[in-house]
């Protein structure tokens, strides 16, 4: 019997009234306003507002019409532990993940040591049954060391609780070596998460190859470098009919390259980061380091065609590449920085405000996507209806902030957001039926 | 003007005033005692974080022509191989309130981290593969006592674009001074989209008779040995601006040092359509000019100093004529 894939700290069952919110869950099909009860940690009723009293015991929200989601899921964050705890740990990145409304987040293995064995992995869990304040998955490398040359003992590591496998950070280069992974995925099961790049396009490159690029004399990254390996290794999934997710697409050719692979019917899913579908090249321009990401932000017709496959669906989930660095390591030249964002903190209220807002995509999509990254790794999905733990967030969709202004739950500050000044709030985060965050603000009646 | 950091923050009136300046103090540099007081008491600190002989030393020069004190601080050698930051290298070298900080670094965008993290301003005298702005400055300089103007010029930048911060800046400054820039080089070393800078584009010299100016770059070693080329004896055989492609009224530049047998044959540097001296005599000027633009001249009000408003340190002598503006 494999270990459950998720791992949390300790949850106490909240009996929750949220009095009139205004409930959205895509799934179910609700988009109104409703009084909702957790009762023991568990969705118990919904009914219509006004319509349930506080019960002793329970706990009164008033919710005020503010909008409850089925809480979301990223399946594609750096918790940076073990080894880099200086950036982030189990503690601090979880709960930055609640901040931003999410109850579960995949846990990518380029550590220090890499996680690629089963003893790290039991520490892990271990460490994140104490500390982690929403439910963590972790998805060990595919290679050792992230080498690219062996593959890790996947069937033991299944058994351990790893959700996936992924090399993210480094690419698997050789198709050889990918092959064998998914050849033997049909023992171990276990989605393939791949981080495309193709290293001997992108080395040299600090940033997207194009006017930008050329202006500041900074090494480019042509986006081929991604678009060549995802059609490769699209290829090869469909080969070895193996079930592959490819990781935070950022150009025209990878989204082309995936709708091809899913209308010859190959298991191919794939992913879009807030930063991607939000920002482009010319927010290089400055030389800001918390600009800097992997793969690099691209052009306005790259972030164009990401967000209409996110419409379409050939871009199943938003992830947000959540990327810690410590200051000292983002304060330095923009070519000598680490590459990556923070996210999990400004994910929803960033694509609120830049794609929901504008008209651009609809509130349920939005809410699907960020919901939808755990059945792409076989785990259930977040729903409001009775009878499901709760899962939920609350979030006040008037609520202006500026991004940073009070600082992060997160250990690092590298957001690309920062500043900006964002609508939309997490007010309130349950996890597995217990409450993770709450809006420091927000003021609780009751219990 | 605070800073120098990029040549695309000056506008046309800006480069001219400060060429200006540069002809007025070039009329310094013939004077026995080749010193004026413009800026005593005023201190230069160049920071150099790469190897640099002629930019160093003719900030150096400059900045001693205006007497003022100057402190030179190499990467080498010093704090920053025991792992010291470049923010904790400027702020322990601010320490001692430098008034202008020369900085030259291997990495794009440095001076502008710098000029945040200190008060002094800032040069950049070479970022990454990004900018040179003294560089372009000193190049406008050059062209304008050869050309008169280089409004309508046309100026081929020809070689490694991509590597080159020097063709970046210049491209950018002949522009704004009304010339028309084409690049040429191998594909591989001519950026994609370089265009959006506004210049022309060709991948062979086959155009270059109609060119006003042919201003060559250094082809670096090390880009042999990174395979951006196929070998010495190829880009030579394509790229050299040698005797046979050089037409006689053509004005020559190169940034220096040069290859010689490389990017250029040593006939051409050799010949009278050369200014390659020039522009290393005008590095010095242009640098006393963007100097004194920063620590007293016009413009800098925020860091002016105290006491009466200097005036310009030179009377323009009979024999020079006031520079016009083009």
Redesign the interface.
């Known amino acids: 019997m494999a270990a459950e894939p998720l791992v949390h700290g300790s949850l106490q069952a909240a009996d929750l009234l949220l009095r009139d919110v205004h409930v959205l869950d895509p799934r179910s099909g609700i988009d109104a306003r409703r009084d909702v009860r957790v009762r023991e940690g568990q969705l118990a009723e919904l009914a219509e507002p006004g319509a349930l009293s506080q019960e002793p015991n329970e706990e009164l929200v008033e919710g005020r019409g503010n909008h409850l989601m089925p809480a979301f899921f990223d399946p594609h964050v750096h918790l940076r532990t073990p080894g880099q705890e200086h950036k982030e740990d189990l503690d601090t990145g979880t709960r930055a993940a609640a901040a931003g409304g999410y109850a579960g987040v995949l846990a990518m293995p380029n550590t220090d040591p890499v996680l690629d064995s089963a003893p790290l992995l039991r520490s892990l869990r271990d460490t994140a049954a104490r500390e982690a304040r929403i439910a963590v998955g972790f998805v060990p490398a595919i290679t050792r060391g992230l080498e690219g040359e062996q593959l890790t003992e996947m069937a033991e590591l299944r058994q351990q609780g790893a959700v996936g496998f992924t090399d993210d950070g480094r690419p698997v280069t050789s198709a050889g070596m990918l092959r064998k992974a998914l050849q033997y995925q049909r023992l171990c099961g276990g989605v393939i998460a791949l981080h495309e790049e193709d290293p001997t396009l992108s080395r040299g490159g600090a940033m997207h190859?194009?006017?930008v690029?050329?202006?500041?004399?900074?090494?480019?990254i042509?986006t081929i470098s991604e678009s060549t390996m995802v059609a490769r290794d699209a290829a090869l999934a469909g080969y070895e009919d193996a079930r592959v997710h490819f990781q935070h697409l950022s150009c025209v050719a990878s989204v082309q390259a995936v709708a091809a692979a899913k209308a010859q019917g190959f298991r191919v899913s794939t992913e879009a980061s807030p930063h991607h579908l939000l920002l482009t090249e010319e927010d290089v321009r400055?030389?800001d380091t918390r600009m800097k990401m992997n793969p690099p932000l691209a052009t306005e017709a790259d972030r164009q065609a990401l967000i209409a496959g996110l419409r379409s669906g050939t871009i199943d989930c938003v992830a947000t590449d959540h990327a810690p660095h410590a200051r000292?390591e983002k304060?330095?030249?923009?070519?000598?920085a680490p590459m990556g964002t923070t996210g999990l903190e400004t994910a929803f209220a960033a694509l609120y405000t830049g794609l929901v807002l504008p008209g651009i995509i609809e509130l349920g999509l939005l809410v699907e996507r960020l919901t939808a990254g755990a059945a792409l790794f076989d785990l259930p999905t977040h729903t409001i209806a009775p009878g499901e733990p709760a899962n939920l967030t609350l979030i006040d969709l008037d609520a202006e902030w500026v991004a940073g202004e009070r600082g992060w739950e997160s250990r690092s500050e590298n957001c690309c957001f920062a500043g900006r000044k964002l609508r939309g709030k997490v007010l309130m985060t349950v996890c597995e039926g217990g409450v993770v965050y709450r809006e420091r603000a927000f003021s609780v009646v009751g219990a | 003007m605070n800073h120098l950091l990029s040549i695309k923050d000056l506008d046309r009136s800006t480069i001219e005033r400060i060429v200006s300046q540069a002809e007025r103090f070039a009329e310094v540099s013939d004077r026995e005692i080749k010193k004026v007081p413009a800026l005593r008491g005023r201190m230069v600190l160049n920071l150099f974080y790469e190897a640099s002989t002629r930019t160093r030393s003719s900030f150096e020069l400059a900045a001693k022509r205006l007497s003022a004190d100057v402190v030179n601080f190499a990467a080498s050698g010093s704090s920053v191989e025991k792992g010291e930051s470049l923010k904790d290298t400027v702020l322990t070298l601010s320490a001692h309130k430098p008034d202008a900080i020369v900085l030259r670094t291997p990495w794009a965008g440095a001076s502008e981290l710098v000029s945040k993290w200190c008060s002094a301003a800032i040069v950049n005298a070479g970022d990454g593969k990004r900018e040179h702005p003294t560089q372009a400055l000193l190049d406008v300089y050059t062209l304008k006592s050869r050309l008169g103007r280089l409004d309508g010029a046309s100026i081929w930048i020809v070689g490694d674009v991509a590597h080159s911060r020097v063709a970046r800046s210049n491209i950018v400054a002949f522009q704004r001074m009304g010339a028309k820039v084409t690049v040429a080089g191998p594909p591989t070393l001519i950026p994609r989209e370089i265009q959006t800078l506004g210049c022309e584009v060709r991948f062979d010299l086959s155009e270059l008779p109609s060119a006003d100016v042919v201003y060559a770059l250094r082809m670096q070693n090390e880009r042999m040995n990174e395979t951006w080329v196929p070998s010495v004896r190829e880009y030579a055989a394509w790229y050299q601006v040698n005797g046979r492609r050089l037409s006689p009224r053509q004005v020559l530049m190169h940034p220096g040092p040069v290859n010689r047998g490389v990017e250029l044959s040593g006939e051409v540097v050799d010949s009278p359509q050369a200014v390659i001296t020039a522009q290393v005599e005008a590095g010095v000027v242009v640098r006393m000019a963007v100097l004194f633009e920063l620590l007293s001249g016009a413009g800098s009000t925020s860091r002016a100093p105290i006491g009466p408003s200097t005036p310009a340190p030179v009377e323009p002598s009979p024999t020079t004529p006031t520079p016009q503006p083009a």
């Open positions: 190859e194009g006017a690029s050329a202006a500041l004399g900074i090494g480019g042509p400055g030389m000292e304060e330095v030249p923009f070519e000598q």
